[in-house]
């Protein structure tokens, strides 16, 4: 039986959805339908059954004799645990790391939580000032997913999250995407990608939007698929294989979406968060060898 042998690990809202669905086509690569497995980052607490090792290597069945196997769980990245299990799980694994500005990662992520039900304060600023508040189990939405998504600052800490992934792996079995660039140059990023990972040049996909922002038609729909009657899981469990239920629940999910763009940033609000964060675009420039000082001059 074939297993993941590359990981795109984060960071959330960089474009991991495209790059995975880009990747997902060629047809030298065998990546499952479902993302988000979060198979590893035991330290991780989501507030959701984690799948067992049977059910997570079931999804990699049909991957036959295709070159490259691979999965994308984007909090991966922020988990300081999901590297070393990765490693013991498959020591010559290839590790994507794609990264955003902080400022617009965050907003396009509290924007992802309104969502999926992670986050109940609509007002972005708020929620940020509320950061402390949920580090001390204070102010937490009632279907909280995964609590420490909250946490915000915490999330765009790439420095150290990096340099986890290049002293486990080292720096030849890490590829880094800015996202500037991917959003910009698609084409070209997706061919560095799969040089990157050793298979065959001649394919590129229909290069398309991926993951626009979106909100939900009802939140009883939405909260009924996160968190079923004890008793239609059970039922479920026997009746239904893992891999068909988790195939239903993303397309009911998928029918209860409507795509609406997002407002901008207040300006204000914008270059107070690209002053905080100077110090750390600074430190990452100087981990990665490239100037990325753009992020909080422009």
């Not at 009657?229 to 397309?251: A, C, D, F, N």
């Not at 300006?267 to 100077?278: D, I, S, T």
Request: proline share 6%; with cysteine.
């Amino acid at each position: 039986m074939k297993k993941p042998d590359f990981f795109i690990v984060g960071a959330p809202k960089c474009g991991t959805t495209a790059m995975n669905e880009f990747l997902k086509q060629h047809p030298e690569i065998f990546i499952p339908k479902i993302k988000e497995l979060h198979f590893f980052g035991s330290d991780l607490k989501f507030n959701l059954s984690r799948i067992s090792k049977d059910e997570y290597l079931s999804l990699f069945l049909d991957a036959k004799d295709k070159c490259r196997v691979g999965e994308a769980s984007v909090w991966y990245l922020y988990s300081k645990l999901a590297a070393s299990e990765i490693k013991e799980f498959s020591p010559s694994a290839s590790i994507i790391i794609m990264l955003r500005n902080p400022v617009d990662m965050l907003y396009s992520q509290h924007s992802q939580f309104l969502y999926n039900g992670n986050e109940d304060i609509e007002c972005f600023e708020e929620a940020l000032n509320a950061e402390e508040d949920r580090k001390h189990g204070l102010r937490i939405p009632p279907n909280v997913i995964f609590v420490e998504g909250l946490f915000y600052r915490e999330t765009v800490k790439y420095t150290e999250q990096v340099r986890r992934y290049l002293h486990i792996f080292g720096r030849e079995k890490v590829y880094i995407i800015i996202y500037d660039d991917f959003k910009n140059e698609t084409a070209k990023v997706y061919g560095e990608t799969i040089r990157f990972l050793g298979v065959s040049e001649d394919f590129y996909p229909e290069f398309k939007v991926i993951n626009p922002n979106k909100r939900v038609h009802s939140h009883r729909v939405k909260n009924f698929l996160q968190n079923p009657p004890m008793i239609t899981k059970s039922i479920g469990k026997v009746l239904i294989p893992y891999r068909v239920r988790q195939r239903l629940v993303e397309k009911f999910k998928s029918l209860n979406i409507k795509y609406v763009p997002r407002s901008p940033m207040k300006p204000e609000l914008r270059k107070k968060l690209q002053a905080e964060f100077v110090p750390e675009v600074e430190q990452l420039s100087e981990l990665l060898g490239r100037d990325l000082t753009h992020w909080y001059k422009t």
